[in-house]
Nanobody, 129 residues
Framework: LALVESGGGLVQPGGSLRLSCTASGDSLDFYAVGWFRQAPGKEREPVSCITGRIGDTDGNTFYADSLKGRFTTGRDNAENMVYLQIDDLRPEDTAVYYC???????????????????WGQGTQVTVAS
C-alpha cells in the first residue's frame, strides 16, 4: 500500500483546507488511517484516526483532544481516499501533515505511530496572513 497526501498550501487564518490521502496498491476500506502533523522543531503529533469500514459505515473517528471541533476526517471510497478537513485554520496549525495506514482496522491510541506501517511523504500546510 502506498499513500500520497495532497491539498496543502498557504492559507490565511480563519480559512479552510481539505487534505487528501490517496492510496494505491490496495483498498483502504479495511485499514485504519491516521493523520499526524509535525511543526518545525516539534515532535510529530497525532491529529485524527478513522477505523476500517464497519458494515455500511465508513468507520469510527477519533481526534486529539486539543483539536476536536475544527478537524474532520472521513472517507471517499470511490477515490480510495481518506480526507482531513481543517476549518478555522490558525497559525499554530502550520506543519507538515502526514497520513498513515494500519492493517489492524482499529485506532489504538496507546500504540502511537507504531500501529501504522505505511506513511505518505507529507503535505505542507502554512497558515499566515
Amino acid at each position: 500500500l502506498a499513500l500520497v497526501e495532497s491539498g496543502g498550501g498557504l492559507v490565511q487564518p480563519g480559512g479552510s483546507l481539505r487534505l487528501s490521502c490517496t492510496a494505491s496498491g490496495d483498498s483502504l476500506d479495511f485499514y485504519a488511517v491516521g493523520w499526524f502533523r509535525q511543526a518545525p522543531g516539534k515532535e510529530r503529533e497525532p491529529v485524527s484516526c478513522i477505523t476500517g469500514r464497519i458494515g455500511d459505515t465508513d468507520g469510527n473517528t477519533f481526534y486529539a483532544d486539543s483539536l476536536k471541533g475544527r478537524f474532520t476526517t472521513g472517507r471517499d471510497n470511490a477515490e480510495n481516499m481518506v480526507y482531513l478537513q481543517i476549518d478555522d485554520l490558525r497559525p499554530e496549525d502550520t506543519a507538515v501533515y502526514y497520513c498513515a495506514s494500519s492493517p489492524t482496522s482499529l485506532c489504538l491510541a496507546s500504540k502511537g505511530t507504531q500501529m501504522y506501517d505505511s506513511w505518505g511523504q507529507g503535505t505542507q500546510v502554512t497558515v499566515a496572513s
